[in-house]
């Protein structure tokens, strides 16, 4: 018997079970429309926080002050968080071999003031550099320049949260001279806006000054709270922070075995961090639904056992008008891969459309991924043919002279 | 005239718990081409066993036997299945039909299990097949939509499809009223004047006098082999028969 023959043989049987066969279907359909929608919840909430991490800089490296140590900062001694100083920048700055762009960072908090309106903000002082590294524009106005920076000029640029908490009505914040705490600084230039993180943090609160403003006009110290820089490409990230941590290592005349007395993370490291904690969560998610496939297997396990049963005649007649046991075998196991294969499409339209409701109707980042539709569909057809094979053994081990006579 | 089954010495036992049954003890025949035997006995006498084994459902414990020339008894399980395609024809008693299918579809059945047959030749088989019994125009009838007498001509016509060497008819007519059986067994005369070979099992000694020659079984062993020298017509008995007895 050839393949087209079983093939009609089996989609007949089905066509004779409508009702039975679509209820066996019902299983293997929602298990696969479900994986295919929690894996496209995972893959967007990956992608989505993906972007954001990018939106931040992706190649960002920070360097802190102190070693690497657990939280609550256990054996730091006090001089440690000075370790970081000018010195340690301009040597990066000069000897690194991948970074983009390099900017110190010290930031203090108070009050901004302007006319009748003030806000609660932090100032953070920093380069020019520093747009690169964080990914921001200057929309209005520009950044504060070099010369600004030599002489620790009092200027800055805001973000879009503090120009609609100072400039309420709307004028142009360029050029004002707005104060913080005590000290009038000039706005340079507004920054575009980025909106809030996936962390929930206010990209548009932040207030830029040349660092040397605020190191000697606002906290009145020599040490840096941290160092930002921006590795050339993702890639060579890790190369930049060896490169970065030479150079410090040899600033800081640290010897052999002695450990850093400061910690440098990357963006990417956060990154991983984030998506990691993600893909286990989208993991889980494709695990219940998982399950499910695997009932809606042993649905069509059932179903085809008290299909053999039901149709012990029927095997026993095409036994004896020349079917081999192989023949009776594949009638079955195709029967069974027919309901699985055409769940499993079913599924998958339903698990796209699912999918692509919750995107539209929730707002949720979604991104349905051809290896998952792929991995479903294999996985139904494996289903198929593992939870068929029991059945379609035991009918084509069945003798035919006892399957003619059974009543 | 060549042998088409040839039975030598058959013996047949059956474990059942530690007792052996033997159900046939040395059964040994030959039937040519182109006779109509009928194989009767009681209940118990073998019948069935020998009918399993003619069919080549089951294999002999010793003993040879021959289907056309083919020694059947060393053959595997799914060269037996090929065989059966080939050159057996099977008529049951409660016709075995696949329900909500359609007699044309019926009668395909042995044929979708050799792939040496195109679709198209299939078909065209079966509707040959199916107006030699006369049901040209009940063709597309399903098997729920037709008589006892139309489902029983649809498994003959299903049992001639492939050409078989031989018919095997179990208690063809069983099932079916007198006028109706009469009716088959108008068939089976006919078949059998074209020269088919046909093997009717029954326990009926009516339809005996309807057949070329009688095997008589009794505990396993073949207690009578007589050649029937006034062959009735089944046609004649059926002219006779009142018509709608049962109305």
């Keep these: 018997m050839n393949g087209t023959n079983l093939f009609k043989i089996a989609l007949r049987a089905i066509a004779n079970n409508k009702m039975r066969s679509f209820l066996t279907m019902l299983g293997i359909i929602i298990g696969v429309a479900s994986v295919i929608t929690m894996l496209a919840i995972g893959q967007g909430s990956k992608e989505s926080i993906k972007q954001n991490i990018a939106e931040m800089g992706s190649n960002m490296i920070m360097i802190h002050p102190g070693a690497d140590r657990g939280p609550g900062g256990a054996r730091m001694s006090a001089d440690d968080a000075q370790s970081l100083t000018l010195t340690d920048f301009e040597n990066i700055v000069n000897q690194n071999k991948y970074l983009a762009a390099v900017s110190p960072n010290v930031s203090s908090g108070g009050q901004l003031i302007y006319g009748n309106n003030n806000y609660q903000a932090s100032v953070t002082g920093v380069s020019e550099g520093y747009l ?10 520009q950044m504060f320049t070099e010369a600004d920076i030599k002489a620790a000029t009092k200027v800055c640029v805001i973000g879009k949260t503090i120009v609609d908490n100072l400039f309420p009505k709307g004028s142009d914040p360029v050029g004002q001279v707005i104060r913080f705490n005590k000290m009038p600084v000039r706005v ?29 006009r606002v906290l009145a110290q020599t040490y840096l709270q941290s160092i930002y820089a921006s590795a050339i490409t993702e890639e060579i990230t890790p190369l930049a922070i060896k490169d970065v941590t030479a150079i410090l290592r040899t600033d800081h005349k640290l010897r052999d075995g002695e450990d850093d007395d400061f910690s440098i993370r990357s963006q990417e490291e956060i990154s991983s961090m984030m998506t990691s904690t993600m893909s286990m969560l989208t993991l889980l998610l494709a695990c219940v639904a998982g399950i499910s496939l695997v009932v809606g297997g042993i649905g069509i396990m059932n179903i085809m056992y008290v299909s053999v049963t039901e149709r012990t005649r029927e095997i026993g007649l ?51 991924q051809a290896w998952t539709v792929l991995l479903s569909f294999v996985v139904c057809t494996i289903t198929g043919v593992f939870f068929g094979w029991y059945p379609a053994k035991k009918a084509a081990n069945l003798d035919p002279i006892e399957a003619i006579r059974y009543e | 005239m060549k042998p088409i089954i040839e039975l030598e010495n058959i013996r047949r036992d059956f474990i059942v718990g530690d007792e052996t049954v033997r159900a046939l003890r040395g059964v040994t025949f030959s039937i040519a081409e182109g006779e109509f035997v009928t194989i009767m006995g009681t ?47 099977f008529v049951f008693q409660n016709y075995n039909l696949l329900a909500k299918t359609t007699a044309v579809e019926n009668v395909e059945l042995p044929l979708m299990y050799n792939s040496a047959v195109s679709a198209a030749q299939r078909h065209e088989r079966a509707v040959t097949a199916l107006k030699r019994v006369g049901l040209g125009d009940r063709l597309n009838h399903k098997s729920n939509q037709m008589s006892g007498g139309q489902m029983q001509r649809v498994a003959i016509a299903r049992a001639l499809v492939n050409d078989p060497a031989v018919i095997l008819a179990d208690e063809a007519t069983g099932n079916l009223d007198t006028r109706t059986s009469f009716e088959i067994l108008v068939l089976f005369q006919e078949l059998h004047k074209e020269g088919r070979t046909i093997i009717f099992v029954t326990h009926n000694p009516e339809i005996a006098q309807y057949s070329s020659r009688n095997i008589m079984l009794r505990d396993g062993k073949v207690r009578d082999d007589t050649t029937n020298p006034h062959v009735l017509n089944a046609a004649e008995k059926l002219a006779q028969l009142p018509v709608n007895e049962d109305d």
């Design chain 2, 43 to 89: 209940s118990g006498s073998g019948k069935s066993t020998l009918l399993n084994i003619l069919g080549c459902l089951d294999t002999p414990t010793s003993g040879e036997y021959r289907l056309d020339g083919t020694p059947v008894r060393t053959m595997s399980k799914s060269a037996r299945a090929i065989l059966r395609n080939r050159k057996i024809g």
């Design chain 1, 188 to 216: 340079v230039g507004v920054l575009k806006s980025k909106g809030y993180n996936s962390m929930g943090m206010d990209q548009d609160a932040i207030v830029l000054m040349p660092y040397t403003t605020v190191m000697k």
């Design chain 1, 318 to 368: 095409r036994m004896s008008v020349g079917a081999r046991g192989i023949d009776i075998l594949s009638q079955f196991l195709i029967e069974a891969i027919l309901i699985s294969v055409t769940g499993g499409v079913i599924g998958m339209l339903l698990g796209i459309a699912a999918s692509l409701a919750v995107k539209t109707l929730a707002g949720w980042p979604i991104s349905v």
């Design chain 1, 132 to 141: 690169t590294i964080r990914q921001l524009k200057v929309e209005s106005g």
